[in-house]
């Protein structure tokens, strides 16, 4: 590992005052400092932000929740709000990681960690994450495939968002306050997490030095919402495709509202806004959520290895809809 | 701010099983290595290093944290607990006397960190990933304590017996051998 200095931000100006180029911001460390172990980054200066941002949950009077990025993982699903109100990121959120990792990482670092694509965080393959220019050994014949992105990949990376956090954020609506040098600002989601085009490189909107603050949660959307996700075994392994689904039934048996992201598909977590418009104002039947699931998944473009991705998402977007709409 | 401009190099203090530690760390070296190395505290074991098998679960502020993925730096101030200081005074934690009663492990190695897993993991309130009511406080089933230990593994396989020993901590009384 590179040797580094480091410093505790006391707020989130002391933090942004503290970067430069070369820099990290450090949260729970439960990805930055296996990287920093691995060798795929390698900052020369730590700046400390577990003091510096927000580490509570409050309710606003808009019937928002605001949730500091400072918030270790355990913290937000066992939040009574959450749970409550907000099933959908509760279960996203148990379902990552391991109760160790759950207590240590934070919100914003949650946000912000990066693809556990094999050739990322192998610094002898070629990656054009890692190392712009360099090549994408996951595109290579005889390439270990079986995780990668099925939607929005380019021929430079083809890599998968590992958060499922991100993935109900993103099926909320959820939208991310920012510090930076040249001031804050709101980034929406989905449109925090990039898709990959030529810039791999580049996992998010957010440009150097900026520091995410806050999350904050609109209303939780109506009707009843979960977060289903399918892996390689029961517990703690990231996942091959998950969904965060929210289903409101008008009383004519329609589909009122629905909102669908899929994770473990994409560069970034998946919005599936073709399968929800398809689905509005159709009967909240098995066939309705076929074609939803349909439609959404006709863009699907898979490597070899992947294929099982899109009938696996189909599936999942069929059964947790019609789990939701009993 | 603590600011320390341009060294690589910091002076921490942890409380270390009730005892104030001061040292001075390299910023690389995380919790784990710290206490193995320089406290010789080995009973926490460095099983990946990457936050993956759980053998190097310690206590941070009485909550499970995998230590080789904490740096020491960032833990000035931190009170850790590790094996070595989980029982009060000279008897056995009442884990690991079930531990033993029930025989929940082979060669060992995995076995400290189970057990301050499993220590952090019965102070732990709310609902897992295997939860059917997210409002309400499950009881701890055998399904519940197999979710929630899954950040430790055993190589051996004594995950039987691990659940059993937790079981019977977890619900005294109730033998479920």
């Known amino acids: ?326 | 701010m603590l600011v320390m401009e341009n060294t690589e190099i910091s002076q921490v203090t942890v409380i270390v099983n009730g005892e104030p530690r001061a040292v001075e760390v390299d910023n690389r070296m995380s919790v784990l290595d710290l206490l193995r190395e320089r406290l010789g505290l080995t009973g926490s074991k460095k099983g990946c290093d990457h936050g993956q098998c759980g053998a190097c679960t310690v206590l941070i502020d009485g909550r499970r944290a995998n230590s080789c993925l904490a740096l020491a730096v960032a833990h000035d101030g931190a009170d850790i607990r590790t094996v070595e200081g989980l029982a009060d005074g000279a008897g056995l934690h009442p884990l690991q006397e079930a531990f033993v009663r029930h025989d929940a492990f082979q060669c060992g190695y995995c076995t400290p960190g189970q057990l301050c897993s499993a220590a952090g993991m019965l102070a732990e309130a709310g609902p897992s990933a295997v939860t059917e009511d997210l409002t309400a406080d499950p009881p701890l089933t055998p399904g519940e304590i197999h979710e929630r230990m899954s950040g430790n593994l055993c190589r051996c396989g004594a995950y039987v017996n691990i659940v059993k020993a937790i079981m019977a901590v977890s619900a005294p009384g109730g033998d479920p051998s």
């Open chain 1, 1 to 326: 590992m590179r040797a580094f200095s480091y410093v505790k931000a006391g707020s989130p100006a002391e933090a942004v005052s503290q970067y430069r180029p070369g820099a990290a911001y450090l949260g729970g460390g439960t990805n930055l400092v296996d990287l920093m172990r691995l060798g795929v980054a390698a900052p020369d200066h730590v700046v400390d932000v577990t003091g510096a941002v927000d580490g509570s949950i409050s309710e606003g009077d808009d019937g928002e929740l605001r949730v500091g990025a400072g918030v270790r993982n355990s913290d937000l699903a066992n939040h009574p709000v959450v749970r409550e109100r907000y099933p959908m990121l509760a279960r996203a959120v148990l379902n990552g990681a391991s109760g160790q990792i759950r207590n240590m990482a934070t919100v914003g670092g949650n946000l912000l960690q990066r693809t556990r694509c094999p050739y990322f965080q192998d610094v002898t393959m070629p990656c054009n994450k890692r190392q712009p220019g360099s090549g994408c050994q996951a595109a290579e014949p005889g390439a270990e495939t079986g995780n990668m992105a099925i939607l929005g990949h380019s021929p430079f990376c083809v890599a998968t968002h590992p958060s499922d956090m991100a993935v109900a954020l993103t099926a909320l609506g959820a939208r991310v306050r920012v510090a930076g040098p040249d001031g804050g600002r709101l980034v929406e989601m989905p449109g925090l997490h990039r898709l990959p085009d030529g810039r791999p490189d580049l996992d998010t909107v957010l440009t150097p030095g900026e520091l995410i603050t806050e999350v904050e949660l609109p209303p939780p959307p109506r009707g009843r919402s979960t977060y289903r996700k399918v892996r390689e075994r029961a517990s703690f392994a990231f996942a091959l495709v998950s969904l965060a689904a929210a289903l409101d039934i008008g009383k004519d048996g329609r589909v009122r509202d629905c909102r669908l992201a899929l994770g473990g598909v994409a560069h970034a977590p998946w919005r599936a806004h073709a399968a929800e418009r398809a689905a509005l104002s159709l009967p909240a039947s098995r066939e309705t959520f076929a074609r939803a699931a349909d439609e959404e998944l006709r863009n699907a473009r898979p490597l070899p290895g992947t294929e099982y991705k899109a009938t696996l998402a189909r599936n999942l977007i069929v059964s947790v809809l019609e789990e939701l709409s009993q």
